[in-house]
């Protein structure tokens, strides 16, 4: 892992070999072997009608329904390393956010399978696959495809930023919007979480990967499951949680208002017993700025920065990657599936390396 | 191929050791050697709202949404067999369908590539994480669970079917009720085959399997693709299409009254060019009943024979299958997940043997 991560960097100077050689490279060089694979529902709850069950005349009296629950997809390599990986994805995505890339190459599911993790797919509860809520909603099919362009920092539409590591043909554009999906039901970073601690008491002690939205469910994740032994966190973009007494004031941004959440101080210190690593890409500003894409990320950077020390003030071990500073830049808000997305899985084997998590 | 098929029919005569031995069997045997997998979007639209967007104060003007499109998730074995499997779900169900059995065990997904073949695994446009649609929906928390337990011929609310192909334990129900996932758009046939037909062309010649609510679509995927080389269709539902002038009448039941589809005659003939075979399950009367849940089934089986005998009659290569007259019984509407589904998948293999598309 150490050679490989030298490699890597070594190869970051010129950024434009990487691009072109991880883009034409063949998909699959080796078979993977899988000793196991399938999916299953796991936590969530029932919700039943009053009344008696007529089943010549059916109506909602007394019938149930089965709701609020996690979907993942697991496989196993054939000599699994010690800790699996759970992958929990974002706003608007599913588990699809760790396949197959937007522009056709393998994403973290099967690059960390290659090096002998097993994983599991999250769908959180009320998206995707585990689409039945406990709660009513109305889908709309609003159109967001421009403002996910800028906000996932692919550029500002419709130029894609210089350098960045995304492939600009159309038909990897189309697949990148294709990815999204609707939630089925509010979004509710508590029951997400209870999901989630439900799965890691399934899959025993685990690293947890999460991208996005997905930061916050992962943090209370951890403060409820100790079988959660790491996280790394892809640009955790909400949900910063602070011990009562040293919350930091609210940020606000030409995109809105990033506010901290508070939490209990016994339960902020389960957050530092593991450690943590979370990574955000290029193209985020120091300085305020009106171009909402990215000011929208210069807050987020900025609360990281003060999550990670009030963690580290506190005993624990949180280490916050700006890409750009190490070298590596050109990254989306999606550098899990970004062109240089095995010099990303080569940054974080290294760490789950030098933690001995591997 | 062929011992297969005849050890599986020639065990069946003893259904009570078939289903202990299913049950307890290993789940992998031997690894799974995967030579590609990955997931991507196919079909669907874009749909623009007039105006001009603004990257600082973006409403919806100017913006696009991508919709419609249906997901797919695919393995390919080492040496895979010249067709792929495309596996289309029913109602209330994904891609899912097709993976873990209820009770753990491996679903066709799996088993399917453990016979080489190369496997696709659909979510159709407007469900699980081909979530985004074109139109606006409602979704509410409607209690089903007693309903669908009837209407799968699990057996009569709360009693199981004696020798029912379905594990009781509590746990098995219970991930059975949590792969319901609900439409995130209005249910539309034609749309899900532009999808499907969109995927044939990206596989080339392929095999299709369908469950239930996905057998509508499967015949108007194969009217328009030729790619679709055969139809293994499991418990069609409905969307029984016929040829102008050979409609049958509507057939009213405990359940509501089934409606054939009209076609054109031209369309039709495309359906006699292939070899498809449809398999029914057991504990479906002949005879009208007041079970709503058996009720159901009666019509549709009856419809389905006409509609094999429609294809015949004009040239075509239709087969039904109604497993207890081979001596199978005891399966639900989901055969593909019941305890006895290696031994249907043997069935299916034999077929697809004897049309020479393996």
Redesign the interface.
Same mark, same amino acid.
Request: aromatic share 8%; charged share 20%; hydrophobic share 25%.
């Given at each position: 892992m150490l050679s490989r991560a030298i490699t890597a960097a070594a190869v970051a100077i010129s950024l434009g070999v990487v691009a072109v050689a991880a883009h034409c490279a063949p998909?699959?060089p080796l078979?993977? !072997?899988?000793?196991?694979?399938?999916? %299953?529902?796991i936590g969530?709850t029932v919700?039943?009608?009053p009344g008696s069950?007529d089943?010549?005349?059916?109506t909602?009296a007394?019938?149930?329904?089965?709701?609020d629950?996690l979907?993942a %997809?697991y496989q196993m390599p054939?000599n699994p390393r010690r800790l699996p990986i759970v992958m929990l994805h974002g706003a608007y995505q599913?588990?699809?956010s760790w396949?197959?890339t937007p522009d056709?190459r393998?994403?973290f599911q099967?690059i960390f399978l290659r090096r002998n993790f097993s994983t599991y797919l999250v769908?959180q509860p009320r998206?995707?696959?585990?689409?039945?809520?406990?709660?009513?909603?109305?889908?709309?099919? !609003?159109?967001?495809?421009?403002?996910f362009f800028?906000q996932f920092r692919l550029g500002?539409?419709p130029n894609f930023f210089e350098g960045v590591q995304f492939d600009p043909r159309p038909e990897t554009l189309?697949?990148f %919007?294709?990815? !999204?999906?609707?939630n089925?039901?509010p979004y509710d970073a508590t029951i997400i979480s209870a999901a989630m601690a439900a799965l890691l008491a399934k899959t025993g002690p685990a690293i947890l990967f999460t991208h996005s939205q997905g930061g916050e469910p992962g943090w209370l994740t951890a403060i409820q499951s100790a079988n959660v032994k790491a996280i790394v966190a892809f640009e955790p973009g909400s949900g910063f949680v602070f011990p009562k007494g040293e919350v930091p004031p609210a940020m606000p941004s030409?995109a809105g208002t990033l506010r901290p959440v508070e939490i209990a101080p016994a339960e902020f210190a389960k957050l530092t017993r593991i450690p943590i690593v979370i990574y955000y890409g290029d193209n985020i500003p120091t300085e305020p700025t009106?171009?909402?894409?990215k000011d929208n990320w210069r807050v987020r950077l900025a609360m990281a920065k003060l999550w990670v020390a009030a963690v580290n003030r506190d005993g624990g071990d949180a280490r916050l990657v700006h890409l750009p500073d190490i070298g590596i830049r050109g990254n989306t808000h999606f550098m899990m599936s970004d062109l240089n997305n095995v010099q990303i899985a080569d940054q974080v084997s290294a760490f789950l390396s030098e933690k001995h998590l591997d």
């Open positions: 998909a699959s078979p993977l !072997v899988i000793r196991e694979q399938g999916s %299953f529902a969530g919700r039943t009608a069950f089943n010549n005349a059916p909602s007394g019938q149930s329904i089965h709701a629950h979907y %997809f054939e599913s588990g699809r396949e197959t056709g393998e994403g099967t769908d998206r995707g696959r585990a689409g039945n809520s406990s709660i009513a909603t109305t889908i709309e099919p !609003v159109p967001n495809d421009q403002l800028d500002t539409w189309d697949q %919007f294709r990815s !999204v999906t609707p089925t039901g030409a009106s171009e909402r894409g």
